[in-house]
């Protein structure tokens, strides 16, 4: 018989075990995945950030590039229409102005006019070049008033590949005279994409309007000319296109060598092309799976300990379950065991502390019995969050859980993020559990501001630029003041870039930067777009009479000698130009556009000086 009654004790203690290590188990369990899927919320959300913003860069740099060739190409065609209306047909003129044209756009490999037929003009060699079979030339001719690209094509004597911009040349009466034509090489666009680091298997991706291969270039890429001119891509990004035609971002496995890829895509501005930015999931994930390994490492050795100790118990009850003693010193085992777990615990009544574990003492800076009896309102950073969290107790009578993630403050003032959640006891008694996430919430502030903010100079960046002029020109026209959008590029930098190296470059980026912000007022914005170009947003003005006391200012200050780090100082000056709101419009986009046309004039004028736009053509410049 008390065989028996101890087997029956025996098995209820088990039972009573096992419920217990899976109660441990599964919080265990919970706990880290929810810390694992946080983090790898995380880390997704920044590989989404990072190449969305390196599509739209590089999109808007291959859009100015193309740009600059169809403006070379619209000015060769204005000078030869002159040339033919003053009957000055003259192929050493002619040579003249498509070698001067094609000095000025150094990223195109050839500069050429075709006749009606389509042969080259001025050829050089014994062969005739013959490209009226070429669908550019047919489109150029069916379509005069509109630039033609063409798709990806093998040149048929320099076996290089690439894409030709043209545009067809109208005689007066309005026949065909042919057209001028350029070619940029996907070697060039290569050259472009290598400047940035994506990883080992991070790609850039340039395809035309039918998705035929342009120009890619990826690191770990053996052959990077293999498939130009094909249309060979992944499923995920034929639906998303047909989803988002503009841009976009997907996961897929790169059609061209199988890899993984988190990839967004970008229409390029203006022109028939889609540019597309990707960095390889082993990269970017490798540091989220070293935490999880090691993670579910610490999880598994826990699991094992409590198990372990379980087994212990269970050991030391079966041997000694007639002693009162033993079962008090197996509670206390029990006890220490509850005060070693990694979860903050706290039994409240009337939001008054009657127990806690070690963890919670831990996690917010106080000592043994410090917080017992005390009320939980000392955690709290203000009345208001704990109020917010006293409307829980309404769901903890209903015999329902509560969990909520907030800032809670530590006994030194500190502030840490917490995840809270609670559970209803009896007697109007209640458990909860808090676990430190301060770091997960500082990792997503931070990709939240590199996703928003230039890495070297730490000022905003084009994103962040467009968001905030938005928000400016709405205070403005609300206010009725005057804004302004100077769009500054530094003069000699360059120079200073080749013949000192890049450290030095990027010494000189830092200070003006510095200076830039120095010389504004804490409303104004200091943005930098790209390479050595900044937009500064003067917010509030009463004038152009403050403004031009601004931009002497600034060219006065950027103007100063500067340390390049080896001994050697140089001097950077600056060309501003400016666009006024609301004389020059509202719209943002419309705006830094004019400013850009103006900071032109300012070059033009001797550098080192501002100019206004007047709405049709920029003021003249001034010197600072």
């Not at 065989?3 to 004790?9: D, V």
């Not at 290569?190 to 790609?203: C, E, I, N, P, R």
């Not at 897929?252 to 060598?257: E, G, I, N, R």
């Not at 905030?468 to 709405?474: C, E, I, P, Q």
């Amino acid at each position: 018989m008390r065989a028996m009654l101890i087997s029956k004790k025996l098995r209820r203690f088990a039972q009573i075990l096992v419920v217990g290590n899976m109660a441990i188990l599964a919080l265990l369990v919970l706990t880290v995945t929810s810390a694992l899927l946080s983090s790898h919320e995380a880390y997704f959300l920044r590989v989404r950030h990072t190449v969305q913003n390196l599509a739209g860069t590089l999109s808007l740099g291959v859009s100015a590039e193309v740009r600059q060739v169809d403006n070379a190409l619209l000015s060769a065609v204005q000078q030869l229409n002159r040339l033919d209306a003053l009957w000055r047909v003259d192929p050493v003129l002619t040579q003249q102005i498509v070698d001067e044209l094609k000095a000025q756009v150094p990223q195109v490999d050839a500069l050429r006019l075709t006749d009606e037929r389509g042969f080259v003009l001025g050829a050089q060699g014994a062969a005739a070049i013959f490209v009226g079979d070429r669908d550019y030339f047919r489109q150029a001719r069916e379509r005069p008033d509109r630039l033609v690209i063409s798709e990806p094509i093998e040149g048929r004597t320099s076996k290089r590949w690439g894409i030709v911009l043209a545009r067809a040349r109208v005689a007066a009466d309005g026949s065909f005279k042919g057209v001028v034509y350029a070619t940029m090489s996907s070697a060039h666009f290569v050259d472009g994409f290598d400047d940035y680091a994506l990883g080992s298997q991070g790609a850039v991706t340039l395809r035309s309007a039918s998705l035929r291969l342009i120009a890619r270039f990826s690191a770990g890429d053996p052959a990077p000319q293999s498939g130009f001119g094909t249309v060979n891509v992944s499923a995920e990004l034929s639906g998303a296109l047909a989803a988002h035609p503009q841009e976009g971002f997907f996961v897929s496995h790169t059609a061209l060598d199988g890899i993984e890829r988190a990839s967004a895509y970008q229409r390029v501005p203006g022109y028939p092309l889609l540019l597309l930015v990707g960095l390889g999931t082993d990269d970017f994930y490798a540091p989220w799976r070293r935490q999880a390994a090691e993670l579910v490492s610490l999880a598994a050795a826990l699991a094992f300990l409590v198990v372990s100790l379980s087994a212990f118990l269970y050991q030391r009850h079966a041997l000694q379950l007639r002693n009162q003693r033993e079962l008090t010193r197996l509670a206390g085992e029990r006890e220490a065991l509850l005060q070693s777990g990694i979860v903050a615990m706290a039994k409240l009544k009337d939001r008054t502390v009657l127990w806690h574990n070690q963890a919670l003492g831990d996690t917010f800076g106080y000592g043994a019995g410090e917080l017992l009896g005390q009320p939980i309102r000392m955690l709290y950073p203000d009345e208001a969050s704990y109020q917010k969290v006293g409307l829980a107790y309404k769901q903890l009578s209903e015999g329902c859980q509560y969990r909520m993630q907030l800032q809670m403050a530590r006994k030194d003032g500190r502030l840490i993020w917490v995840d809270l959640s609670g559970s209803p006891l009896t007697n109007g008694e209640s458990l909860w559990m808090m676990v430190d996430i301060t770091a997960v919430k500082d990792g997503e502030t931070q990709a939240r501001h590199m996703a928003m903010h230039d890495p070297l100079t730490g000022l905003a960046n084009r994103a962040y630029l467009a968001q905030d002029l938005g928000y400016a020109l709405r205070d403005a026209e609300r206010n009725s003041r005057g804004l302004a959008v100077c769009y500054l590029d530094l003069d000699g930098f360059k120079a200073i870039n080749d013949l000192h190296g890049h450290e030095a470059g990027d010494r000189v980026l830092i200070e003006m930067a510095r200076r830039m912000v120095a010389c504004v007022r804490a409303n104004d914005l200091v943005a930098r777009i790209g390479g050595d170009e900044f937009v500064i947003v003067l917010s509030d003005l009463d004038g152009i009479e403050q403004l031009h006391i601004a931009l002497r200012r600034l060219l006065e200050a950027l103007g100063l000698p500067l340390g390049l780090g080896d001994g050697t100082q140089a001097c950077v000056g600056a060309s501003i130009g400016v666009s006024i709101h609301p004389e020059h419009g509202s719209e943002a986009e419309s705006l830094i556009r004019l400013a850009d046309q103006a900071m032109y004039v300012a070059k033009r004028g001797g550098k080192n000086r501002f100019s206004v736009h007047d709405g049709r053509q920029p003021e003249r410049s001034v010197a600072g």
